[in-house]
């Protein structure tokens, strides 16, 4: 089975899975942990061990950061509530 997987603000690439595969196996096709991504079809959160019943998905990260040699990202960042901010 084809599918689009968009990463959110970094592209898109087609990949192909098998008939029985989950989300988890496709968020591993494109390079990514389940641990550090969401899978969004039509704008609504899949869970990973969901089976792929969409041609295409986003894919939201949750987290960057690791060395530019064993990750794909190359500055740490985090989405969502600022620590700072105390919320």
Same mark, same amino acid.
């Given at each position: 089975?084809?599918?689009?997987? *968009?990463?959110?603000? *970094?592209?898109?690439?087609?990949? *192909?899975?098998?008939?029985? @595969?989950? &989300?988890? !196996? %496709?968020?591993?096709?494109?390079? &990514? +942990?389940?641990? *550090?991504? +969401?899978? $969004?079809?039509?704008?609504?959160?899949?869970?990973?061990?969901?089976?792929?019943? @969409?041609?295409?998905?986003?894919? $939201?990260? %949750?987290?960057?950061?690791? +060395?530019?040699? #064993? #990750?794909?990202?190359?500055?740490?960042?985090?989405?969502?509530?600022?620590? !700072?901010? #105390? #919320?």
């Amino acid at each position: 089975m084809e599918v689009t997987v *968009e990463v959110v603000g *970094e592209g898109a690439e087609t990949v *192909e899975v098998a008939p029985d @595969a989950t &989300y988890a !196996d %496709l968020v591993r096709a494109v390079g &990514y +942990s389940v641990h *550090e991504v +969401s899978v $969004l079809v039509d704008g609504t959160p899949v869970p990973e061990d969901g089976p792929v019943e @969409a041609d295409r998905v986003r894919v $939201l990260r %949750l987290i960057r950061g690791g +060395s530019a040699e #064993g #990750g794909r990202g190359e500055a740490q960042t985090r989405t969502g509530v600022d620590a !700072d901010a #105390g #919320g």
